[in-house]
């Protein structure tokens, strides 16, 4: 003889487990659709440098890459290069941009194989990490 209340908590698992597995992939499709707007956009540093101290920044940024593994690159008031820390790691898409007062600079993760890849936030992290390596090193202008 079964027992009403274990007979509601049982109903009451079931439910919440049919929710949380509903929910799931719901979230994961808004995620999803959150990333591919936020995909493309340049994040942009206002400082008080000259166009020509902006652009030497620049060049230390890519002496800075250059021991490491830089792929390309190009240099002008625009940089572009690609940047891979590791064999096994994804490789990055790297566009900086030196105006005075501005330095806009954009990250994305490119994939060498047909297989793809899946980025899980790597490039918005090491676009962060480059923009503080930046500000770090203007400290060096402002003393």
Do not use: C
């Amino acid at each position: 003889m079964m027992v009403e209340g274990v007979k509601d908590s049982r109903n009451t698992t079931r439910a919440l487990r049919f929710i949380l597995v509903s929910l799931f992939p719901l979230l994961l499709s808004v995620y999803g659709i959150w990333i591919l707007k936020n995909k493309h956009k340049v994040q942009t540093w206002n400082n008080n440098l000259t166009k020509e101290q902006n652009i030497e920044l620049l060049n230390w940024l890519l002496s800075e890459f250059k021991k490491k593994n830089l792929i390309s690159m190009s240099v002008k008031d625009h940089t572009k290069f690609f940047y891979k820390k590791r064999w096994w790691g994804l490789s990055y898409s790297i566009d900086l941009f030196a105006d005075k007062n501005l330095i806009a600079l954009h990250i994305d993760s490119t994939s060498n194989s047909s297989r793809g890849m899946v980025d899980l936030g790597a490039s918005r992290r090491f676009q962060n990490k480059v923009l503080t390596m930046l500000k770090k090193r203007s400290a060096i202008y402002s003393a």
